[in-house]
């Protein structure tokens, strides 16, 4: 309930035109996938009732598009968005710079000609 109200905040705060999160990946702990299952079940139910689309995006398009490679470890995906925004990096927690990286993939994704045809 608390993340709920936490993005409908939010949603109401910001007015998004749209929602971007990150596909589920492969992890080793089942327990992992069910909380993130979850989250991600709460973040399109909000976005839903917000009228709002829902745009996801595979990991490796992510890191692919602030880092270059879709290979890339979750610390150079970091660094590279805080340097990219102006953000020290100190100042920002992974979950932040994760969710910041979701953003920066789906601006390049809708800014692009090719994007916006999809």
Do not use: W
């Not at 596909?23 to 992992?32: D, E, G, H, L, V």
């Not at 995006?57 to 490679?69: D, I, N, Q």
């Amino acid at each position: 309930m608390r993340l709920k109200k936490g993005v409908d905040e939010v949603i109401e705060r910001r007015r998004p035109s749209s929602v971007a999160i990150e596909q589920i990946f492969m992890a080793k702990n089942p327990r992992s996938i069910m909380v993130l299952g979850e989250a991600r079940g709460v973040l399109m139910l909000a976005a839903a009732e917000a009228s709002l689309p829902v745009h996801e995006y595979a990991p490796r398009e992510v890191k692919m598009s602030v880092v270059g490679t879709g290979s890339a470890r979750k610390g150079q995906v970091a660094a590279m968005i805080c340097a990219l925004i102006g953000m020290k990096r100190e100042a920002a927690t992974e979950d932040e710079t994760d969710a910041l990286a979701v953003a920066f993939c789906h601006l390049l994704r809708v800014s692009s000609p090719a994007g916006r045809l999809a």
